[in-house]
């Protein structure tokens, strides 16, 4: 019997990497889990593993660079901003088929690994939001969108394998099972080399995982969105399953005052629910109260934000995006911040989630997210 065993493991070394300390997670078999964590405690650089899958201990998220936060940047700034990432050690890169328009951003991506050794990217791309309008999101996860999906993908990523794809919604109207198969599939034939999952609810997360080994689950995590906490957080760990918290900034919020003092006239956050009349005039005490505890600990509040996020566990690798290098060397610089665990209390304390004004995204949304993705039961093959 094959079975997955979650090993959490930390080399004597304090390793760095151009600035960047990592950290080390293990997915194995029980003997090969012992081999490679006693290999690593003679190594000097830290990383994170899931599954085999080797990632920075900080990501970075691309959807930025081709507008939604803010307007898009010119592409040749972007790829300048990936290219650094990718000299101070963040090489763990996060896109979609739907960010930007026309696809966009996985263009900008792969003329940016076009210009950099391709194994030494961990890049993670997604599919399944089919259509994305202010009042619906449309969803599809039938196998032959899977493959028309990945196909795609990898025609405008350039590249002949995609290091882990995800579900980026859950298509509640076709059994998980068949969206997996096919992806189990496609992982058979190189195309994908882990598979993860997005807005997936528990029960959609055993089942899939039943099918073939979830690698990693990506879910908006940060001090003001702790919704995984209760059920999602301890199944991942049960199951051995890496966590990709996107917006650990909390959107933007704890990024700095010019959020908070005003809203970029083109940022789709005019439209979302916390960043809204009163919701928002309420929820800028929020950062005001981590502006102070930044200062305590001497760093800036994104660099809090993001640490206290680091801090919630060894198999957390947030993806934090921006649209300047300044931004990016502060983000880096938060693996940095060390908080003890009363540190992590005193934080915690000062953004109790029921404070929050507003949910967390619009209503068309929230209808895709976690709280309502089960799917169908698989269907029961009948003899001829």
């Known amino acids: 019997m094959f079975k997955f065993v979650f090993v959490v493991g930390y080399e004597l070394g304090s390793g760095v990497l151009d600035g960047l300390f990592w950290g080390k997670f293990l997915v194995s078999t029980m003997t090969r889990a012992f081999m490679v964590l006693k290999e690593l405690m003679s190594r000097n650089v830290r990383k994170l593993l899931w599954l085999f899958l080797e990632v920075s201990r900080i990501g970075f998220g691309c959807m930025g660079l081709t507008g939604i936060y803010n307007a898009a940047i010119p592409e040749d700034d972007g790829i300048a901003i990936l290219k650094e990432a990718f000299s101070k050690g963040v090489t763990f890169w996060d896109t979609a088929d739907i960010y930007g328009e026309e696809h966009a951003n996985e263009y900008l991506v ?20 089919f259509k994305f309008e202010p009042s619906k999101v449309t969803v599809k996860g039938t196998p032959e969108y899977v493959r028309s999906c990945c196909e795609g993908s990898l025609k405008r990523l350039q590249m002949d394998y995609i290091d882990l794809y995800y579900i980026h919604c859950i298509d509640t109207t076709v059994p998980i099972e068949e969206t997996m198969g096919e992806l189990k599939k496609l992982v058979e034939e190189g195309k994908i080399k882990y598979i993860g999952l997005s807005e997936a609810s528990p029960d959609t997360i055993r089942r899939a995982h039943a099918v073939h080994p979830i690698t990693a689950i990506q879910q908006e995590y940060s001090l003001w969105t702790r919704d ?157």
Not at 231 to 251: A, Q, T
């Open 110 to 129: 792969g003329k940016a690994l076009k210009q950099l050794p391709r194994e030494k990217v961990q890049l993670a791309t997604k599919f399944g939001v």
């Open 228 to 384: 995984i906490e209760p059920e999602l957080l301890p199944l991942c760990r049960e199951l051995g399953i890496g966590i990709v918290p996107y917006s650990p900034v909390g959107r933007g919020l704890f990024a700095g005052k010019a959020v908070v003092e005003s809203l970029p006239q083109n940022s789709y956050l005019k439209f979302s629910p916390r960043f809204m009349g009163d919701n928002f005039e309420k929820n800028k005490t929020i950062y005001f109260r981590l502006d102070a505890l930044a200062k305590k600990h001497g760093c800036t509040p994104a660099q809090l934000a993001i640490a206290w996020v680091l801090h919630r566990g060894d198999d957390i690798a947030p993806i934090p995006g921006t649209t300047k290098i300044k931004n990016l060397h502060d983000n880096i610089g938060s693996v940095k911040v060390e908080l003890t665990e009363e540190d992590l209390k005193e934080i915690s304390d000062a953004v109790p989630v029921d404070d929050v004004a507003g949910q967390r995204i619009g209503d068309a949304m929230y209808r895709t997210s976690f709280y309502f993705s089960n799917t169908p039961p698989p269907k029961k093959w009948t003899p001829e």
